[in-house]
């Protein structure tokens, strides 16, 4: 089975508002752009050498498509429980590596990565497909300012992202430098190590690989699946394995025009962890989020700074910029 690493992919700035299931049911508006045509293109182009299966690719079910200013992943058909909703071959992913709880290590990898598949012209409509280092979507506290960070009232986010922030640091001082950042200026390095991580973070399953032996596991950047977005109450689920296809199955029903969700994480996952990897907050994680702060009560504490009621009349009273309201809604 696939399992969730603690990071995976990224969303759209839109989803700083807080998810709401009422989203399940908005009938999305297909996105038939050029570049989402050339990955579909790619994807299913059989004319490319064979380790990409591109016989073996099904996307024909689903389309991206934009909800109400957010993009997801539309269904273009009605879908039962069981249904395959897509199915993409394991070699058409960007392995990173073994499985490791450093995500600076595999967004070095994945700089790599990305270096020789531009040098190969392989998986390019992918690549153009990803938020670049620029982007407004890259919206974890990675890109948060320092007054930002303490808005959010919990400081073991901001432990980790300083501890992310000093492994980035390492990883550019080491000798010799990493291939990817051999030739650019530090500067440089940290702004594209930070973007390579974010994608890390947000986009990044971990799944089953037979060759690294039993229990094994592999980081993988896997095409048109790191466009689903997160509902915590979702049944579909993801299976596969490196070796073979990588698939989301139906676990409930879904009409044609509707939203097909995934769940990021698990039950446990609470909103430090949706904000600290992906970006946004959900409410449908208020039980784990219960269940953190009662394993906590220290870092509990700082959340008292301001009572509730404040925080949510700042956020109707103002025109804050997009990372502070957010800030205010991960404290709510």
Not at 160 to 175: F, I, K, S
Not at 200 to 207: A, F, I, K, Q, W
Not at 217 to 242: E, Q, S, V
Not at 257 to 264: E, L, R, T
Request: hydrophobic letters at 45%.
């Amino acid at each position: 089975m696939i399992a969730f690493a603690s990071s995976q992919r990224s969303v759209l700035m839109a989803m700083l508002a807080t998810v709401s299931l009422v989203a399940c049911a908005l009938q999305g508006r297909r996105l038939d752009s050029p570049i989402y045509r050339d990955l579909s293109g790619w994807m299913t182009d059989t004319t490319l050498p064979p380790v990409f299966c591109a016989r073996e690719t099904r996307l024909h079910k689903v389309a991206p498509a934009d909800f109400d200013g957010l993009r997801g992943v539309m269904a273009l058909v009605d879908l039962a429980k069981g249904d395959e909703i897509v199915s993409i071959p394991g070699p058409s992913a960007v392995n990173l590596g073994s499985q490791s709880v450093d995500p600076v290590q595999a967004a070095v990898a994945l700089l790599e990565a990305q270096a020789r598949d531009a040098v190969a012209n392989r998986r390019q409509a992918y690549w153009r497909l990803l938020p670049p280092p620029d982007a407004a979507d890259l919206c974890t506290p990675d890109f948060f300012s320092a007054e930002e960070i303490a808005m959010l009232q919990w400081p073991p986010v901001a432990a980790e992202v300083e501890g992310r922030a000093e492994a980035m640091r390492a990883a550019l001082a080491a000798t010799p430098a990493p291939a990817a950042l051999a030739e650019v200026s530090s500067e440089e390095g940290l702004r594209q190590l930070r973007w390579a991580t974010f994608l890390v973070l947000s986009r990044v399953l971990t799944v089953q690989s037979p060759e690294l032996g039993p229990g094994g596991a592999a980081k993988l950047l896997i095409p048109f699946l790191d466009m689903f977005n997160h509902r915590a109450d979702c049944k579909h689920y993801l299976t596969g394995r490196t070796d073979g296809n990588l698939r989301v199955v139906a676990g409930e029903a879904v009409e044609a025009g509707q939203q097909v969700h995934i769940v990021y994480g698990t039950e446990d996952t609470s909103n430090a962890e949706l904000l600290s990897h992906y970006g946004f907050v959900d409410r449908g994680a208020s039980a784990a989020d219960r269940r953190l702060i009662a394993a906590q009560p220290e870092a509990a504490a700082a959340l008292s700074a301001t009572s509730a009621q404040e925080d949510e009349a700042q956020l109707g009273a103002s025109s804050l910029p997009e990372q502070q309201q957010l800030a205010i809604r991960f404290r709510l």
